[in-house]
Each structure stands twice: as structure tokens, then as C-alpha cells.
């Protein structure tokens, strides 16, 4: 219920049981004046004026204090009027003392004026009432402050609450974020360097005996480092976002075999779709888990033979890596790279599979789903 609605109710309730009673008294009663109608009619008048102007100062309540006094000794007034009108010492007082002390003075006043009328009885009612609304006014107001200090610090709690949830959102986006950008250094700078170490030193031992084939090795290592720093104006944000040029991601791929085959010497047997249909985060993941691939190839595998297979069926699309090399066991790899792959496959809805054991060779499946699983 709303602060405007209860002193809404209370003022009927006042109008109605406090004022009328008295009223009906002085009608049937030939004693006493008849300008008390009029006295009453006023102080209706004056409650209702008040209220809404909302100016409940001490002045008015000190008004109504004296005016009950004078109410006591008309018939049917004193005690009845005094208790109707006490919760108002409570709702606009401006603090507990002067609650208590103003409804007080309209208690003795009310008692007098019931002796006076030749009413002890009502004075002691008047007298009980107002002890009773003194307890229950300070048990109000203890409520009220108990409720307001409960609501300021379950306040400061929700605030502190709601500046540790942001703070935890701020750590858990910068550590995503650290993350990403690790995998993709991984991915693109460090998987870079690695080839221009290997390039660099394949054509140091071969300075002298092969010089074409340390030729193709040098360009090698310029196209590579021109990548490498493409890779880092992209990181950095000093040049768009691509890894790859929207369309399909084939030629990219066949590029990139063929770049492989031609630094290792490697045999590459590829089978690529015609055409893949799908978007470019998916072309830039078939990219990165090519090349994450093929670099383990180069760097454990000790390969002869390096087959990849890419197919695109009505709900997912395929990507096969297998070599003849030595293999490994899955369960103990340590690698940062299969687990920056299965982590990209997984932000798209994908999956990457590993097979391997020791003397083996190794293959490595990555499906990602596009038209919902069958």
C-alpha cells in the first residue's frame, strides 16, 4: 500500500469515526452550543486543507491539540475524537519526541476537558489511549528505521554485489581475450618463425652445394617473413582483419600445400571440394588447423607422405589430415597447438578428432557442423 493511499484511508477513517460520532452528539443533544457543529465542520475542514497541502508543521499539530482539549467537553467527543486523530501527531511530526510530546499535551488536554465535562471515565480512556500509541508509535518507527537501515545495506551489498559481478565479467573477457590472442600468435607468428628457423638452416648447410635449391629457400623464408608480418599488423590493429581473401577457402589451401611440399619435400596427396560453401570464420579455422597440422608434420612427425581430404556433406564439413610418420600417444600430448584447435572448432560448433599411436602415424579429423547435426 502507498504512502498516499494510507493517508487517504485514514482520513475517512477520521472524517467518519472520529468527527461524525461527536457531530451526531451535539445534533440530538439540546445542552450544549450549536456553533460546536460549526467548530467541528472547521476542524474537518482545516485537516482536509492541510493535508493536502501537505504542511503538517508543529503549529497545526499544537492547533489540533488544543482544539481536542476544547472538543472534550461537547457530548460524544473527549476519548473517541482524541484516538482517531493521535496517529496523526505520528505521521507528521517531525521526529519521535515531538510525536510524543505534542500527542501528549493533546491527551491532558482531552482528559481535562472530560472532567471538566463531568466525564472521568473517557479522560482515563484518552489517557490509556494515548499510552498505547506511544508504544505503538515507537514500535513503528523502530520498525521503520530497522527496515530502512535493512534496505540501505542490502543497497550497498547489491552495488558491491553488482561491481564484483562487473569486474569479474572485465578479468573473464580480458582473459578470453589473452587467450585468443595467444592462439593466434601461436597459430600465424610463432608457426611462422618455426619455418623460417627450419628454411633458414636448411639453406645455411645447403650455401655451396645446391644453390637453386637454397634460391627457393631464401624466397621462402622473405614470403614467409612478409607474412609473418602481415599476420602482426592484423594482431596489432593496424590493418584488417582477413587471414584469408573472402571466397573459398580451396586455393588457399592448395597454396599452402604446395608452399609445404615445396620447404619439406614432403610428399602432399589432396583431395579438396571443388567449392566449399561456408562462412569466413570457418575458412580462416580450415586455414589455421591446416597449417597447426602441417607444422606438427614438420617439427615430430618425421613423415614421408602428408594426405589431406576435405569434403562438405549436407550438414558438415570435413577436413582430414593423415601422415606416415612416427606418431605419438594422444593422451599425453602437452601441445598448446591441438588444444588451440579443438578451442577454435568449438567457438563454431566443430570437432576435432586425433588418432595416433606410437609407429602409426598420425590423423587428425576437423568437423564442423553447418546445417544442424543429422
Known sequence: MTDTTLRRWYTAAWLLLGLAPPLIAVGDDTGPPRWAVFALLGAALAYTAVHRTRDHGPAYLAA????????????????????????????????????VLLSGCAAAATAAGSIVSDSPWKAAVALTGYGVSVLAGLLVHRLVADGEARAVVLATELSKTQEELA???????????RERMAREIHDTLAQGFASIIVLAEAARTGLGGDPDRTARQLRSIERTARENFAEARVLVGSAPHSGLTPGSVVPTLRRTLERFAQDTGITVDAELAVDVDCDQQTRIALLRCTQESLANVRKHADASTVGVVLTQGPYAIELEIT?????????????????????????????????????????????????GRP
Not at 569486474?167 to 581475450?177: I, K, L, N, V
Not at 610418420?325 to 591441438?338: A, D, I, P, Q, T
Open 64 to 99: 489540533l491539540a488544543a482544539g481536542l482539549g476544547a472538543m472534550a467537553v461537547l457530548p460524544g467527543g473527549g476519548a473517541a475524537l482524541l484516538i482517531a486523530a493521535l496517529p496523526q501527531f505520528w505521521f507528521h511530526s517531525r521526529g519521535r519526541g515531538f510525536a
Open 323 to 371: 601422415d606416415d610418420g612416427r606418431g605419438f600417444v594422444v593422451e599425453e600430448s602437452r601441445g598448446f597447438g591441438l588444444d588451440g584447435m579443438r578451442k577454435r572448432l568449438a567457438e563454431l560448433d566443430g570437432e576435432l578428432t586425433v588418432t595416433s599411436s606410437v609407429g602409426d602415424g598420425t590423423r587428425v579429423l576437423a568437423t564442423f557442423h553447418t546445417n
Open 167 to 177: 569486474e569479474a565479467h572485465r578479468r573473464e573477457g580480458a582473459a578470453d581475450e
